[in-house]
């Protein structure tokens, strides 16, 4: 597995880091909840941006591992809209 895609995977994971603190705030009340709020989405944020770019990339740069490249792409996208959904109805 190349390098560029373990990185989108770590990205991922980041992703997933930031989405579980939004839950967090969505779920808890208080000031503190702006705060948790404002770090979970530039984490979640970050993570998105680093796997589709990173992924993008690798599917460019290696054409064998093109399916799962985009495959890692479209999950980050579709968990990111899913987190979405449930922010609104939070």
Same mark, same amino acid.
């Given at each position: 597995?190349?390098?560029?895609?373990?990185?989108?995977?770590?990205?991922?994971?980041?992703?997933?880091?930031?989405?579980?603190?939004?839950?967090?705030?969505?779920?808890?009340?208080?000031?503190?909840?702006?705060? #948790? &709020?404002?770090?979970?989405?530039? /984490? +979640?944020?970050?993570? %998105?941006?680093?796997?589709? @770019?990173?992924?993008?990339?690798? =599917?460019?740069?290696?054409?064998?591992?093109? #399916? &799962?490249?985009?495959?890692?792409? /479209? +999950?980050?996208?579709? %968990?990111?809209?899913?987190? @979405?959904?449930?922010?609104?109805? =939070?």
């Amino acid at each position: 597995m190349p390098w560029i895609l373990r990185f989108a995977i770590g990205s991922l994971f980041v992703f997933v880091i930031g989405a579980v603190m939004i839950g967090w705030a969505c779920m808890s009340t208080g000031w503190e909840t702006l705060s #948790r &709020f404002a770090v979970g989405c530039v /984490t +979640a944020g970050a993570g %998105l941006i680093g796997t589709a @770019l990173l992924a993008m990339l690798s =599917a460019v740069i290696y054409q064998g591992w093109r #399916r &799962f490249s985009l495959a890692l792409m /479209t +999950a980050s996208v579709l %968990l990111f809209l899913a987190l @979405l959904i449930f922010a609104k109805f =939070a």
